[in-house]
């Protein structure tokens, strides 16, 4: 089925370890969104890629990564894990430009300890 | 700065209708849009408003008065299957990056 691929769907951590979150879309969307969910909240966005070759920062950058891979693939990197990351990972893509609905993957649960 | 204001639940019965309000306020804005998500699961899209007045798609609507910074999603005949989060989230600048709302939850009573 067409859609957005995260894995892994569940991580737990220690702190100070790394690991990359890996997002695929097999929809043809130029544009891919990482966002962070935590217990009760909205969803607050980390980095997007408005298109291959291009990645900028979104309201919460601090302590991650991201790798626009090429059209399909748009990875998140925790380098230092900390318990404030214990979140929802939720990656997303759409088409460029105005008002197109966000297809959303199955999300990544990550706790770390 | 930015900020979007939803409240956090609605209760209501099956068959009956809700309306969530979203206020917001941006220093850009192209639109507004609504997702729905169920309790573990992924967040879909509802709708986008990008010009006032009443967009409507089966039971469900959305509403945007740009001179109010306001918006509204209404859910009618309500079922239980509604029963889950809505965030409404704003499109601030000509691209399709998107600022979500906390979320209301809404449950659905027989």
């Known amino acids: 089925n067409a859609g957005v691929t995260q894995t892994p769907k569940f991580q737990v951590l220690k702190t100070g370890q790394s690991m990359t979150l890996q997002c695929a879309q097999d929809?043809?969307?130029?544009?891919m969104y990482w966002y962070r969910q935590d217990p009760g909240m909205g969803l607050r966005l980390i980095y997007y890629?408005?298109?291959?070759?291009?990645?900028d920062k979104g309201e919460v950058p601090n302590g991650y990564n991201v790798s626009r891979l090429n059209k399909r693939e748009f990875s998140l990197r925790l380098e230092s894990a900390a318990p404030s990351q214990t979140s929802v990972y939720f990656c997303?893509?759409?088409?460029?430009?105005?008002?197109?609905?966000?297809?959303f993957g199955s999300g990544t649960r990550l706790t770390v300890v | 700065g930015q900020s979007l204001e939803q409240p956090s639940e609605v209760t209501a019965v099956e068959g009956a209708i809700v309306q969530i309000n979203c206020t917001y306020q941006?220093?850009?804005?192209?639109?507004l849009s609504w997702y729905q998500q169920h309790d573990g699961g992924a967040p879909t899209f509802l709708s986008y408003?990008?010009?006032?007045g009443l967009e409507e798609t089966g039971r469900f609507s959305s509403f945007l008065s740009r001179s109010d910074s306001y918006g509204y999603l209404l859910l009618q005949e309500l079922q239980m299957k509604d029963s889950a989060s809505y965030f409404c989230?704003?499109?601030?600048?000509?691209?399709?990056?998107?600022?979500f709302g906390g979320g209301t939850r809404v449950l659905v009573k027989p």
């Open positions: 997303a893509s759409s088409e460029q430009g105005g008002g197109y609905g966000y297809t």
């Open positions: 929809m043809n969307h130029n544009s």
């Open positions: 890629s408005a298109s291959e070759g291009t990645t």
């Open positions: 941006t220093s850009g804005f192209y639109g």
């Open positions: 408003n990008a010009l006032d």
């Open positions: 989230a704003v499109r601030k600048a000509a691209g399709n990056k998107l600022t």
